[in-house]
């Protein structure tokens, strides 16, 4: 019945970005930072310091196997190293700094000069060293039994100026405001990996004058507003048309994807002015009638994000980092943030899976759907337990995009039964997938 009360009724529209104010807001050094030292399937690290162990401002303080390292975002003293939850939901191990007064690393202490021009290996290892190891460097997954794996190499670099969430504003902000530095980054992303293909996205609102300025510099794209013209592995696809699939990393295939703000801070660590210490963060969503980009110290909390723009985390039923679509609604205000570019922040009531309603096969979620898989016959193999059937269907193709659930009259947890399907229920496995053509 709740079913079909739900087909008859308004479904909510998906967010989107009205108003929004330009000004990226600095936030203060808060008296705390927690660092996280693990993301899975990328990289670990493993902590440097000890407990009561001062560090300034842009000293590393942890390093992975192949040297990348973790910066402090603010001086003080390690207070602790323990375990937390990330904004993701998994616990990871992380050193916990403590604010002092002691002045940030300068520059001329961090680095010996802009990286020297031309030599790649130099270069990779200043970034390494910075706290921004670039896509083509990861270490993570790639590392089998105590070797590299052979990697091929980089033929396409994308940098994304338009994130797909549409209530993110980070990239296109910083392509907007700081043309002539990201025209620079562009350039050099050309000289550390010749022959390369340069590819830039950016809104298509941005089409009056970003051809001009980055004409011959990176291939450029343009993307809708619509968070199903921004689907990053439907644009990548696109630019190189095929399909990478979701099991392997694009680095797989010689590609290489980073976003505007990640390049910019590449750029500087390249020129010797600074290591990765801040972040920007676009919150938009309830109680705010203009989005607000803020930068912060990375590690820094939920609540210090929020409080230093007057907003309170029990003031909304749910505060979602990343974004509306595919972001992850956090359960405390004392979860530190790094290297996320959204909050979406809902208030009022919000149930928006029904678990129990069955399905009644009206095949929206299937037409919504990017990579064109039966997504509701596929929900219900894993409901009555029929995974060995659902397998022949290509569940790994999902992006996890959310689009089908947000069509969906039955407000079934479409999302969470394929995620189910394809991370649990197999060992942890996706299966091979063979990829198909793009519209
Ligand atoms: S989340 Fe849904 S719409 Fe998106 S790719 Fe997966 S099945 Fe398709
Ligand atoms: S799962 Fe798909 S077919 Fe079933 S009710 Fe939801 S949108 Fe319709």
Same mark, same amino acid.
């Given at each position: 019945m709740k079913a079909l009360l739900n087909l008859i009724g308004k479904k909510p529209a998906m967010a989107e970005m009205v108003d929004y104010d330009p000004v990226i807001r600095e936030i203060g050094d808060p008296d705390q930072i927690t660092l996280p030292l693990e993301y899975t399937g990328q990289v670990r690290y493993t902590p440097i310091v000890t407990v009561g162990d001062r560090v300034r401002k842009g000293q590393a303080v942890a390093t992975s196997r192949y040297g990348n390292t973790v910066i402090a975002s603010i001086s003080g003293m390690v207070s602790a190293i323990t375990s937390v939850w990330t904004p993701q939901s998994v616990h990871a191990p992380a050193i916990v700094i403590d604010k002092d007064e002691s002045p940030p690393l300068n520059p001329e202490e961090l680095f010996t000069g802009p990286a020297p021009a031309g030599d790649s290996e130099a270069a990779l290892l200043r970034l390494r060293a910075a706290g921004v190891a670039p896509p083509w460097a990861l270490p993570g997954r790639e590392w089998e039994e105590g070797k590299m794996i052979e990697l091929p190499r980089i033929e396409t670099v994308i940098i994304t100026g338009v994130r797909q969430e549409i209530t993110v504003l980070t990239s296109q902000l910083l392509a907007d405001q700081q043309r002539d530095k990201a025209a620079a980054a562009l350039t050099r992303i050309g000289t550390l990996l010749p022959g390369a293909r340069i590819c830039l996205t950016v809104p298509d609102t941005f089409k009056h004058w970003a051809d001009a300025f980055f004409a011959g510099i990176a291939e450029l794209h343009y993307l809708p507003p619509s968070y199903r013209g921004r689907i990053e592995r439907e644009v990548v696809a696109k630019i190189l048309g095929y399909r990478i699939p979701n099991r392997l990393s694009y680095r797989d295939h010689g590609v290489a994807v980073l976003d505007m703000e990640y390049l910019l801070a590449l750029i500087d660590a390249l020129d010797g002015k600074a290591a990765l210490t801040h972040k920007c963060m676009t919150i938009s969503g309830a109680g705010l009638p203009r989005a607000i980009t803020v930068r912060f110290p990375l590690g820094s909390s939920l609540r210090h994000i929020l409080n230093s723009q007057g907003l309170r985390f029990s003031d909304y039923t749910r505060s979602v980092i990343d974004g509306p679509m595919k972001g992850v609604a956090q359960f405390t205000d004392q979860t530190p943030i790094t290297h996320y570019n959204g909050l979406h922040l809902i208030s009022g &009531?919000?149930?928006?899976?029904?678990?129990i309603a069955p399905c009644i096969n009206c095949g929206r979620c299937t037409r919504a759907c990017p990579v064109d898989i039966q997504v509701h016959l596929i929900n219900r193999m894993v409901e009555f337990d029929q995974i060995e059937a659902a397998?022949?269907?290509?569940?790994?193709?999902?992006?996890?995009?959310?689009l089908c659930a947000h069509v969906c009259p039955a407000q079934r947890p479409i999302v969470q039964l394929l995620h189910f399907c394809n991370r &649990?229920?197999?060992?942890g496995e996706r299966y091979t997938w063979t990829p198909g053509g793009i519209s």
């Open positions: &009531d919000v149930a928006p899976f029904d678990p397998r022949g269907l290509s569940p790994e193709a999902c992006h996890e995009c959310g &649990d229920m197999i060992h």
